[in-house]
């Protein structure tokens, strides 16, 4: 007879056990796929476009996420930013309109607050938002996080987008900044190319990738 | 030194149309730099002046060094023109509250 509940007492995990049935009733909903990692070297810039290269910002999936591992900028005191495209990365000049708020805590123990940021926020602007503002450059600073875009194809509805990440503040003593963003894209258009980039200089080093969840 | 973007892994030249648009962009950035950096002084002395506001609601006295130290955060701004005079700044020290 077959077992249809097991209790979790009831099974030695340290063992190796070989199924060769077929596993039902997971579905892929929820899974999270690898698209594709872009690793900067002194690039100007780091793009993602749908429909070449193995890259996929289309229907395939409801949401995307991007993170960011050790985004190093190669100048000191810039911001890290993005966009989108409509026309597969010929133009990054999506209108958006976005909210923009950090908390920052100093080496020093002082100086520590949440602050809305009102200069980096958007309001119906085609500029690139900023994800990070004033990063530092030294060797030991980076930025590291996420950014969610929703639904980036839908031609019903404007795209809302997520960020959060954190890096070192360009100050003395340095700060640990962590940096909240969201918006839409207001556009019934499909986003199908994000551009990541800094407002001065080279992305010196780090990792971008893109997921896409089911 | 000519640019390079990366799209989908592939690294390429700017054009020379992109080169120009890039490089507008970072004298525009250069040239927002005093507007940056007196933001961020702003930030800083409004953090600090936030500290102690509880001290000014009428339950409250002020003694006469809390009220020097408000006023000279209020005035910290007060005649910087360059970067170099705002990367100068010494905040006030604190008095006991």
Do not use: C
């Not at chain 1, 995307?64 to 409509?86: E, I, L, R």
């Not at chain 1, 994000?194 to 089911?214: A, C, E, Q, R, V």
């Amino acid at each position: 007879m077959a077992i249809s509940l097991a209790q979790a007492s009831s099974m030695d995990l340290s063992q190796d056990y070989n199924f060769t049935g077929t596993v039902t009733g997971m579905g892929t909903a929820g899974a999270m796929t690898l698209i594709k990692t872009l690793t900067a070297s002194s690039s100007s810039s780091l793009s993602f476009v749908n429909g070449s290269n193995d890259v996929v910002l289309d229907s395939t999936y409801k949401a995307y996420k991007f993170v960011f591992k050790n985004v190093h900028p190669a100048t000191d005191g810039v911001n890290f930013q993005f966009n989108g495209s409509t026309d597969t990365g010929s133009n990054y000049n999506v209108t958006k309109t976005t909210t923009y708020f950090d908390s920052i805590h100093r080496e020093d123990d002082a100086g520590g607050s949440i602050q809305y940021q009102s200069a980096n926020d958007l309001a119906q602007s085609t500029s690139y938002q900023n994800l990070a503002r004033s990063t530092d450059n030294d060797n030991d600073s980076n930025i590291s996080g996420e950014l969610w875009l929703y639904n980036p194809s839908s031609s019903t509805y404007v795209k809302h987008f997520m960020n959060r990440l954190n890096h070192t503040f360009n100050s003395t003593p340095q700060h640990t900044m962590d940096t909240f963003v969201a918006g839409y894209f207001n556009t019934t258009s499909a986003i199908n190319a994000i551009d990541f980039k800094m407002s001065s200089g080279n992305i010196d080093d780090g990792t971008i990738s893109l997921y896409g969840i089911s | 030194m000519p640019r390079y973007k990366l799209v989908n892994g592939i690294n390429i030249q700017l054009t020379a149309e992109e080169e120009a648009l890039r490089d507008a962009e970072e004298q525009a950035w250069l040239d927002g730099a005093f507007d940056r950096a007196m933001a961020n002084l702003r930030q800083k002395r409004n953090s600090l002046l936030a500290q102690t506001d509880y001290l000014a609601l009428s339950d409250q006295t002020m003694s006469a060094e809390m009220t020097t130290y408000r006023q000279a955060l209020r005035d910290i701004t007060n005649g910087l023109t360059t970067v170099a005079d705002v990367e100068a700044v010494v905040f006030p020290t604190k008095p006991g509250a």
